[in-house]
Structures are given as structure tokens and as C-alpha cells.
């Protein structure tokens, strides 16, 4: 599990953390009723985030796409966190400008720092949000994408695409992404 430097050895209530993460100038994710500092980002990052926020916006025009800073609510206001970028169009969620509750989509940009974390735990968290369709994990460092999506059954599985398949499936808004769409004016080293 990922260690977290916490910026407050006191647990919080959600009430005092929503209130405390509108007035900060840091983002701040709470898990299990403790605030976790969020890192900054680089370049491609941040980069791969608004390329697909734009990809998505440019296929689906009324499509709402939030990017990182904007909430998801996990578990019954039990974890809050930034997902990268997020699709939420059940019309519920514009009850709140910085807490959405009913994503059906979830991207996360990943890296060697964040992979495991994003890939698992993360994940685990995510999967109980009910509307969640997808969960899509998209590499800062190299040209790949890991595909996660809910069956019929409820069931999790998953599919990687990697460059050479040249695109890949967003299911629950039955659209593709290119993948240099995603990658445009990141350069790998």
C-alpha cells in the first residue's frame, strides 16, 4: 500500500474536510477519514489529462468531463478523490460543483511512482462506486492502456492496448480514443 504523508494526524469528519478542502490551495484527497497531501504532477501528466478530457469533448459535445480537480465520492462519503479525469453524466451529479457521485467513467494517467497504487488500491476503492462502467489506466511513460470495464454480471475484467493497435475503447460511451490523440506532445525518453 502506498504511504501517504498526512497533513493532519487527526481524523477528520467529512464535513470538516470539505470545508477545509474549499478554502485550501493544495488538493488534499481523504481515505478512511484522514487528509492526504496529493503530489504535483508533470508535464506529460498533466498533458495526457487535457488530451483526453479534449478527445472526449471533441466525440461527445454535451459530454460532462471533469479533470483533477474535481471530486469523486467513494463509499457513502467515506473516501473522496481526484480521479485524473472523469465522465459523470447522471444529471444527480450537478447537485454539487465539487463532488461528483455517479461517474461511469474513470482515467487514470499513471506512472512508475503511482502504478501500483492506481492499479490496485485505487481500483478497489473505485469499484464500489456503482455507476462506475470503466476504469482506464493510461501510462505517462510509455504508449499503453489498460482498459478495466464491469460486465453484465457485475465482474470486472480487462483489456491493454498499447500503440500499435493505434486506438482504444472507452465501452461505456461506446467511442475509441486515439492513441495519438491521448499522447499528443508527449515525447518519450
Not at 473522496?80 to 461517474?103: C, F, G, H, L, N
Not at 493510461?138 to 504508449?143: G, I, R
Request: proline share 4%.
Amino acid at each position: 500500500m502506498k504511504e501517504y504523508a498526512l497533513t493532519d494526524t487527526k481524523p477528520m469528519s467529512v464535513e470538516e474536510y470539505i470545508e477545509f478542502e474549499e478554502r485550501s490551495e493544495l488538493r488534499h484527497e481523504f481515505i478512511d477519514n484522514q487528509l492526504i497531501s496529493m503530489p504535483g504532477t508533470t508535464d506529460d501528466h498533466n498533458d495526457i489529462c487535457f488530451n483526453i478530457k479534449s478527445a472526449l469533448k471533441q466525440i461527445l459535445k454535451n459530454l460532462r468531463v471533469y479533470t483533477e480537480s474535481v471530486k469523486a465520492q467513494i463509499q457513502d462519503q467515506r473516501d473522496y478523490t481526484y480521479p485524473d479525469v472523469m465522465v459523470a453524466p447522471d444529471p444527480r451529479d450537478q447537485e454539487s460543483k465539487y463532488i461528483k457521485k455517479y461517474p461511469t467513467v474513470i482515467f487514470e494517467v499513471i506512472s512508475k511512482t503511482s502504478r501500483l497504487e492506481d492499479s490496485t488500491d485505487k481500483f478497489i476503492r473505485y469499484k464500489n462506486i456503482d455507476t462506475l462502467q470503466n476504469y482506464i489506466l493510461v501510462d505517462s511513460e510509455k504508449a499503453w492502456v489498460e482498459v478495466r470495464y464491469k460486465t453484465a454480471e457485475g465482474e470486472w475484467e480487462a483489456s491493454a492496448y498499447f500503440l500499435s493497435d493505434e486506438k482504444f475503447p472507452v465501452p461505456a460511451l461506446s467511442v475509441y480514443l486515439k492513441f495519438e490523440d491521448v499522447y499528443e506532445g508527449v515525447v518519450f525518453l
